[in-house]
C-alpha cells in the first residue's frame, strides 16, 4: 500500500517506550504525534499500558478511542495485534479513561478512526514485534534476522526453537523501543487478523447483561437526577416554585442550573434530585416553572418553509460560488429543468438517553460518561464550572449509540453542576426519552431551488442550486452548510450556488454524515430528473460527468470538511454496483422499479442501487446493492459490513418517517411514536461490494448512508412516476 | 403522579431468587430492577413500551418493563438477562449473536435477545415472518436487524452457520 496521505507528517513525533509490568511483564507506552504529549514523557509521567504482555503470553490493549458502535474498540485494536503477530484470542481490549496528555484524538466522530490510526497503530505493533525479537535473539545468541514470529511466538526456523511472547516480555521491557517511522510492516497479503471478520471485543460482556454503559455506573448512595428545561429552545428560566416537587416521595434536592455558555453547553433548567430515577421523574412533573419565551416566537418550521419558498422566489442571499454564466448558459440551453426539494429536521435519537454520572469530592470531580468528545466535556466543565480539568477524572464508558449526538457536552455539564451543588454525593444523571428529542442538536433541514440547463445532445450544460438554509446572524451553521466544490461543481461550466441563511433558535449539529445525509437526497434525487430530461439514467449522467480524470477540491485535514473529489474512483463504483444489481434503464409500472444514488463523503465513495415496490400508501424496499471504495483494506469485515447495513438502514428510517417540527420553537415531537426508527420490518436484502483502489483505508461510519436515500426516492419514481421531492415520506 | 404513594416492601422472584425491595406500587418493575435490585441488563430507552430495550420475561412471557407496575410483577417470575446465562435456548442464541457479530453499539441487545429466547420458546423453528413479527417491538438505533435475523435463523438450527 503507498501511504501518501497525511498521516506520515502526524506522526513523526510518535514514539514507543518500554517499561516492566508489575507482576511481570512488559508494558509499551505509546506517544500518538504531538509535542504536549512527548514532554508528558520527558517530565518523567506515568504512562498508561497501551499495550501489555504478561508472562503467560497475555495480551491487553488499550483501546483510545470512546466505542459508540462503530467497532473502533475491536478494529483498532485489531491493527496492533496484526503487527504484533500474536494471537487474536489471546488479546484483551480495555477502555482507556479519558487523558489529554497520553492520548490524541481520543474522539469518536467523523469516520476519522481508520484513516487517522491505520500506520500508526501497525507501527506500534510493529515496533513491540521487534523488541521481543531482539529479546529472543539476545538470549539465544541467533541474529534476529534469521527469527520469525507467529501467533504469540517467536520461532528460529532452522533450529526449530521457539520460544512464548510471555517469556519474552521480561527482557523486552528492558530494550530500547525502535524507530516507529521506519520499522518495516508486513505486506497486506501476510495479514491474518486485519481482514479477517472479527466478533466485537466486548460483546460477550453486553450479552452477560455487564454494567458497561454510562447509565449503568453505579455506585453505593447514588442518588439519580432529571432535568426540566424550557418547553421552547431560546427560554429563559424566569421563576421556580418548586414545593411541590421538594415534598414528593423520594426527592432529596431540587436545584435550579443557571444556564452558561448558551445552549451548547447547558441551557437553563431545574434538576430534580431523589433516590431513584422514577420518584425523580414523579415529581419533575410536579414543578412550576415560568419561562420567558419571547425569544422563541415566530421559530416555526411551517414559518421557515415560507421564507424559504419567498427566498427562493426573489433568489435573494450571496453567491456560494459561480462560474461562467449561468443565466444565460440556463436561456440558451435547449431544455431547462426546476425543482425544488426539501427535508426536515431530524433528532439523534440514541437509544441509550444522554446521561452521566459524577460525584464532587473535596474539589475534584469524577464522571462516568457515555461520551464522543471527553476532551469537550472536560475543557467545558473547566471554563464554566471552575473545576480545572486537573482536578476532573473522566472514565468513557460503552456508548449505546452516538450518531454525533455525544460530541456535545451538555450533559456532562449539567450533571457536573448537579454534583458541585452537591458535594460529596454521587449523582447520575438520566434524561427521559421526552427530554431527549426535545433537546437535541438537530439535523438542520433545507430547502433547495434548482435549475439545470440540457443541450440538444442530453448534456447537461448549466447547473444552478439556491440552498435555503439555516444558522445565525446571517451565517450558516457549520452543520447547515455546503462546499462549494459540491457536485457537480467543476464539471459543469455554467454554475451556480446560491445561499440564503434564515437566523434559528433551533440547536443545531452534526448527524452521521453531516450535511452530505441531506444534500445527497436533494441532489441526486434533481439529477435524476436531469437524466431523464435529457432521455438517459442517473448513472449514465454520472459516468458522463465523471468522463475526465479529475480531482475536485482539495484534502483538508479539518475535522469533517471538505475532501478532494476524484472523479475516476467514482466511475469505479457507479459501474461496479450497475453490474452488481443487474441495472437496466429503469423498469417502469407494475408498482416495482430501481433507483439509484452516488455520494462522496468521509473520503469514501459509495454507489447504490435500490430496488422498491409500492402499492397504494405502502413502499417496500425489497434489496439494496452497495458498492464502496474506502481503499485498499477492509481492517474488519464483519465491523465494516455492519456500518455499510446500519446506515443504510438509518437512511431508511430517515426516509420514511422521521421529522422533527417545531413551534414557537417548541418542539413538537416526544418519543418514538412521533418520531419512528426503523424497525425490522423495513429492513430490506443489502449487497455490499468493496471495490478494493490503491488508496489508504477511510472511515466507514457515514458513507454508506447519503445515497441510499435518494437511491430509493428514485426507485419509488421509476415504481410510480411519482417524485419524491420532500422529506419524509411519511409523516407520523 | 399517584396521589402520594406508599413505598413498602416487595419480594419479587428475580432470576430465581427472592429479593426484598423497596418501593412504590406504581414504581414500573424497570427502575425496581436497574435501581433497587441492582440489575444493569436491563435497559431504559423511551420509558412508553415503544422500543423493546427493557424487554423482560413474567413467567416466560416478554413484557415491556418500564410500563409494568412493580406491585404488578409481585406474584410472577421476573427473568432477565441475566438469570439466562446458563439456559441453553439463551446459549444457542448467544452463540449465533456472537457467530455473525450482531451488536454494534449493543444497547439494544439484551432487550433483543429477551424478546427472541421468547419467540423461540414458543416457536422453534421461526419462519422469516415470524422473526419479524415477534422482534417488531424492539428498536435497534444501529440497525443490526439483518444479523438479528440471521442469528435467530441459527441459533433455530435453520441456517449453516
Ligand atoms: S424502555 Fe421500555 S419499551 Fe422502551
Ligand atoms: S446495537 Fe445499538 S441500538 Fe442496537
Redesign the interface.
Known amino acids: 500500500m503507498k501511504a501518501t496521505s497525511p498521516l506520515q507528517a502526524l506522526d513523526r513525533r510518535s514514539f514507543l517506550k518500554a517499561t516492566a509490568l508489575a507482576g511481570g511483564g512488559m508494558a509499551l507506552s505509546l506517544s500518538l504525534g504531538g509535542g504536549s504529549s512527548a514532554q508528558g514523557i520527558e517530565a518523567g509521567g506515568t504512562l498508561t499500558n497501551f499495550v501489555t504482555i504478561d508472562r503467560s503470553g497475555k495480551v491487553t490493549i488499550t483501546a483510545k478511542n470512546p466505542?459508540?458502535?462503530?467497532?473502533v474498540m475491536t478494529s483498532l485494536p485489531m491493527l496492533i495485534a496484526e503487527e504484533l503477530d500474536c494471537d487474536w484470542a489471546k488479546v484483551k481490549v480495555v477502555q482507556a479513561d479519558y487523558d489529554a496528555a497520553r492520548y490524541e484524538r481520543q474522539r469518536a466522530g467523523g469516520s476519522f478512526a481508520i484513516p487517522d490510526e491505520y500506520l500508526p497503530m501497525r507501527r506500534a505493533g510493529a515496533a513491540a514485534r521487534a523488541m521481543l525479537v531482539e529479546a529472543a535473539a539476545n538470549a539465544s545468541g541467533i541474529a534476529a534476522s534469521e527469527l520469525s514470529t507467529k501467533a504469540g511466538f517467536v520461532r528460529h526456523g532452522a533450529s526449530g526453537r521457539e520460544w512464548s511472547y510471555g517469556e519474552l516480555a521480561d527482557a523486552a521491557a528492558l530494550l530500547r523501543a525502535p524507530d516507529l517511522l521506519n520499522i518495516p510492516l508486513k505486506d497486506p497479503k501476510l495479514f491474518r487478523i486485519i481482514g479477517k471478520?472479527?466478533?466485537?471485543a466486548?460483546?460477550?460482556r453486553?450479552?452477560?447483561?455487564?454494567?458497561?454503559?454510562g447509565?449503568?455506573a453505579?455506585m453505593p448512595g447514588m442518588l439519580?437526577a432529571v432535568v426540566e428545561t424550557s418547553p421552547a429552545h431560546g427560554g429563559k428560566l424566569k421563576s421556580v416554585d418548586d414545593s411541590a416537587a421538594r415534598a414528593?416521595?423520594?426527592v432529596v434536592a431540587v436545584i435550579r442550573l443557571d444556564g452558561v455558555g448558551g445552549p451548547s453547553v447547558m441551557p437553563d433548567g431545574v434538576a430534580v434530585v431523589a433516590t431513584?430515577?422514577?420518584?425523580a421523574e414523579?415529581?419533575r412533573?410536579?414543578l412550576k416553572l415560568e419561562w420567558d419565551l419571547s425569544a422563541s416566537k415566530g421559530h416555526s418550521l411551517d414559518a421557515y418553509a415560507q421564507r424559504a419558498a419567498q427566498s427562493h422566489d426573489a433568489r435573494s442571499g450571496h453567491d456560494l460560488r459561480r462560474d461562467g454564466d449561468p443565466a444565460a448558459a440556463l436561456t440558451n440551453s435547449a431544455k431547462v429543468v426546476k425543482a425544488r426539494y426539501s427535508y426536515p429536521f431530524i433528532a439523534h435519537?440514541?437509544?441509550?438517553?444522554q446521561n452521566c454520572t459524577a460525584v464532587f469530592k473535596d474539589g475534584r470531580l469524577e464522571m462516568w460518561a457515555p461520551t464522543q468528545t471527553p476532551g469537550r466535556g472536560v475543557s467545558l466543565i473547566a471554563e464554566h464550572l471552575g473545576i480545572p480539568a486537573r482536578n476532573q477524572t473522566l472514565h468513557i464508558t460503552?456508548?449505546?449509540?452516538?450518531?454525533g449526538r455525544r460530541l456535545f457536552a451538555d450533559f456532562m455539564v449539567q450533571a457536573a453542576a448537579i454534583a458541585k451543588a452537591m458535594p460529596g454525593k454521587p449523582v447520575q444523571l438520566?434524561w427521559?426519552?421526552e427530554e431527549d428529542i426535545k433537546r437535541d442538536y438537530y439535523r438542520p433541514g433545507g430547502w433547495h431551488s434548482f435549475e439545470a440547463g440540457i443541450d440538444d445532445t442530453g448534456k447537461l450544460t448549466a447547473f444552478t442550486d439556491h440552498f435555503v438554509t439555516l444558522g445565525e446572524g446571517g451565517k450558516a451553521h457549520r452543520s447547515a452548510g455546503m462546499p462549494p466544490t459540491h457536485f457537480p461543481a467543476d464539471l459543469v461550466p455554467d454554475l451556480q450556488y446560491r445561499h440564503e441563511v434564515i437566523d434559528t433558535v433551533i440547536p443545531m449539529g452534526p448527524l452521521r454524515a453531516p450535511s452530505s445525509n441531506a444534500l445527497a437526497f436533494a441532489f441526486q434525487g434533481f439529477l435524476d430528473e436531469v437524466a431523464e430530461a435529457g432521455g438517459k439514467d442517473l448513472p449514465t449522467l454520472m459516468l458522463e460527468l465523471c468522463a475526465g480524470d479529475q480531482v475536485v477540491g482539495e484534502d483538508t485535514n479539518a475535522w469533517g470538511s471538505g475532501f478532494a473529489f476524484r472523479t475516476k474512483r467514482a466511475r469505479g463504483v457507479i459501474a461496479h454496483v450497475m453490474k452488481q444489481s443487474g441495472w437496466i434503464s429503469q423498469p417502469r409500472g407494475g408498482g416495482r422499479g430501481f433507483g439509484f444514488g452516488f455520494y462522496f463523503s468521509h473520503k469514501g465513495y459509495f454507489a447504490e442501487v435500490a430496488d422498491v415496490s409500492v402499492s397504494g400508501s405502502e413502499t417496500k424496499v425489497n434489496r439494496i446493492w452497495v458498492a464502496a471504495d474506502v481503499g485498499s483494506q477492509i481492517v474488519n469485515p464483519?465491523?465494516a459490513e455492519?456500518q455499510v447495513?446500519?446506515?443504510?438502514?438509518?437512511g431508511l428510517?430517515q426516509l420514511f418517517g422521521q421529522r422533527i417540527s417545531f413551534q414557537d420553537g417548541a418542539i413538537e415531537q416526544q418519543?418514538?411514536?412521533t418520531f419512528p426508527?426503523?424497525?425490522?420490518?423495513v429492513?430490506p436484502?443489502?449487497d455490499i461490494d468493496w471495490v478494493l483502489t490503491d488508496n489508504p483505508p477511510t472511515g466507514l461510519g457515514e458513507p454508506a448512508l447519503p445515497p441510499a436515500i435518494p437511491a430509493v426516492t428514485n426507485a419509488i419514481y421509476a415504481a410510480t412516476g411519482k417524485r419524491i421531492r420532500d422529506l419524509p415520506l411519511n409523516r407520523a | 403522579m399517584a396521589d402520594d404513594p406508599e413505598e413498602r416492601e416487595f419480594t419479587l422472584s428475580i432470576n430465581g431468587e427472592e429479593q426484598r425491595i423497596r418501593a412504590t406500587p406504581d414504581m414500573p418493575l424497570l427502575w425496581a430492577l436497574r435501581q433497587e435490585a441492582g440489575l444493569s441488563g436491563v435497559k431504559f430507552g423511551c420509558g412508553a413500551a415503544l422500543c423493546g430495550a427493557c424487554t423482560v420475561h413474567l413467567d416466560g412471557n416478554p413484557v415491556r418493563s418500564c410500563v409494568i407496575p412493580v406491585a404488578a410483577a409481585e406474584n410472577s417470575d421476573i427473568t432477565t438477562i441475566e438469570g439466562l446465562q446458563d439456559d441453553p435456548t439463551a446459549r444457542k442464541l448467544f452463540d449465533a449473536w456472537l457467530e455473525t457479530d450482531v451488536m454494534q453499539c449493543g444497547y439494544c441487545q439484551a432487550g433483543q435477545i429477551m424478546s427472541a429466547h421468547a419467540l423461540l420458546r414458543r416457536t422453534p423453528k421461526p419462519s422469516p415472518d415470524d422473526i419479524d413479527m415477534a422482534m417488531s417491538g424492539n428498536i435497534c438505533r444501529c440497525g443490526t436487524y439483518l444479523r438479528i435475523r440471521e442469528a435467530i435463523r441459527i441459533a433455530s438450527g435453520q441456517e449453516e452457520s
Not at chain 1, 466505542?67 to 467497532?71: A, D, F, M, V
Not at chain 1, 447495513?645 to 438509518?650: E, S
Open positions: 466505542e459508540i458502535g462503530q467497532g471478520p472479527t466478533t466485537g466486548d460483546s460477550h453486553v450479552l452477560a447483561g455487564e454494567a458497561l454503559f447509565i449503568d453505579n439519580h414528593a416521595h423520594g431513584n430515577h422514577w420518584y414523579q415529581a412533573k410536579l435519537a440514541t437509544l441509550e438517553p460503552r456508548i449505546g449509540g452516538g450518531f438520566l427521559s426519552r464483519f465491523g455492519a447495513t446500519g446506515a443504510v438502514i438509518d428510517g418519543n418514538f411514536d426508527l426503523a424497525r425490522i420490518g429492513t436484502q443489502i
